[in-house]
């Protein structure tokens, strides 16, 4: 294809934080570009997001199923590519499922829905109509990340038998729901976020990246949650006991009333010859522990010499030299740029390379709803452990 492929959005709008990272992420590579919206549920707030977006008043709709039958109607020079969904939890499903059917592919915000059936629902038309949804699991496109993957892929630790990841923040430590805030209103609202709180908004991340870097699923838990701000709705902090496949044990946390905490994710994994460290908030640095050798430090965009060159997978998701932060707007941008690149591969009948459908896919999406609901299962059971059923 000699063109950008074409983009519509749902949710978004003025004053919207994440609809503007997904938009800054889409075209930071100069391959996407934004043609329609439906980008609040007030259609005014919709007219005045798109007047700001410079979009033709006519590709401005009042929703999403007005867009998607509007735009599946155009011609197909004409007619956007795909819909990325950013809104709130209880308002993916609904556009992600009309969007296939109608021929689109899809990104959308973690988590994928609000139930696991509607995440199997998904599944089952992404698979029928042959369309692409990426989810953003964002932190799996840092190239540390991806180069701990690899590592821990090539044996490099041996059997892996310790995962320990953590997803502390701080921002919920009040009740804020009731103070105006809206992104926290919407998140303690349990006929909005689903479930759970804090594992449905951020325990999935930190599910996700134990799972994509180590390559092993959990098979069981045991889950205690907590809602430790009074008058909240739904719990705010929780911690998991894990068990992987291959027999490794791992622990989970997740809180929101961390106090003093910003966006701390962080995973260590442990082998039988040694393991590695990553933390969000110094996303350059994978720490290398060997037993009976001096720490490591690979550092991203450098051209080490064998045997530490970096992976492909580093190397194709780093884009500026050593020593310049990539963060969360570059991890951002390189699941959109794998996502574009494996659309533009289907539509001009090649086969994607590996490390462009290195993005997180609807198998992911349920996995993750699988996770809340063992956890709250688990949660709210007197046995200790749960095995994880999807």
């Known amino acids: 294809m000699k063109r950008k492929l074409r983009m519509g959005m749902v949710g978004g709008g003025k004053d919207a934080f994440i609809g503007a ?43 999403y199923e007005e867009m998607i039958a509007k735009e599946a109607a155009l011609p197909e020079g004409e007619r956007m590519d795909f819909l990325t969904i950013v809104t709130p939890n209880f308002l993916h499903f609904g556009p992600a499922k009309l969007a296939l059917e109608n021929g689109f592919d899809v990104v959308v915000e973690k988590p994928m829905t609000v139930t696991l059936d509607e995440a199997k629902e998904l599944q089952t038309i992404v698979e029928k109509t042959g369309r692409t949804l990426c989810l953003t699991h964002t932190y799996s496109g840092y190239p540390m990340v991806k180069q701990a993957k690899a590592m821990v892929k ?6 892996i038998r310790k995962i320990v990841v ?24 349990p006929k909005k976020s689903g479930l759970s709180l804090v594992m449905g908004d951020i325990g999935t991340h930190a599910a996700h990246l134990a799972e994509y870097v180590t390559g092993l699923r959990i098979t069981s838990l045991c889950a205690d949650l907590t809602t430790f701000v009074e008058g909240r709705l739904l719990d705010d902090d929780g911690s998991v006991l894990l068990r992987f496949e291959d027999g490794a044990k791992g622990v989970l946390m997740a809180s929101q009333i961390s106090a003093g ?11 039988e010859k040694g393991g590695l460290e990553w933390a969000n908030e110094d996303p350059n640095n994978l720490i290398i522990k060997m037993l009976d050798q001096p720490r490591q430090i690979y550092r991203t965009g450098n051209a080490y010499a064998a045997p530490f060159t970096l992976s ?30 494996t659309v533009t591969a289907k539509r001009e009948g090649r086969v994607p390379k590996a490390e462009e459908l290195d993005f997180p896919s609807v198998q992911d999406g349920v996995r993750g709803m699988a996770f809340v609901q063992n956890v709250v299962k688990s949660n709210e059971s007197n046995e200790k452990w749960t095995t994880f059923v999807v």
């Open 21 to 63: 990272v997904h938009r800054i992420a889409a075209f930071m590579d100069g391959k996407i570009e934004l043609v329609c919206g439906a980008f609040s549920i007030d259609p005014e707030i919709s007219r005045q997001s798109g007047e700001d977006l410079f979009i033709a008043p006519d590709r401005v709709y009042a929703n």
């Open 154 to 159: 090539e044996g490099h630790f041996g059997k």
């Open 166 to 189: 953590e997803y502390p923040q701080g921002w919920l430590s009040r009740l804020s729901e009731r103070e105006g805030n809206a992104g926290a209103a919407w998140r303690a609202d």
């Open 261 to 271: 905490e910003e966006n701390a994710v962080r995973i260590r994994i442990y082998g």
């Open 312 to 341: 492909s997978f580093a190397t194709h998701n780093t884009r500026i030299p050593a020593g310049h932060p990539e963060g969360l707007l570059e991890s951002f941008a390189n699941i959109y740029r794998n996502f574009a690149a």
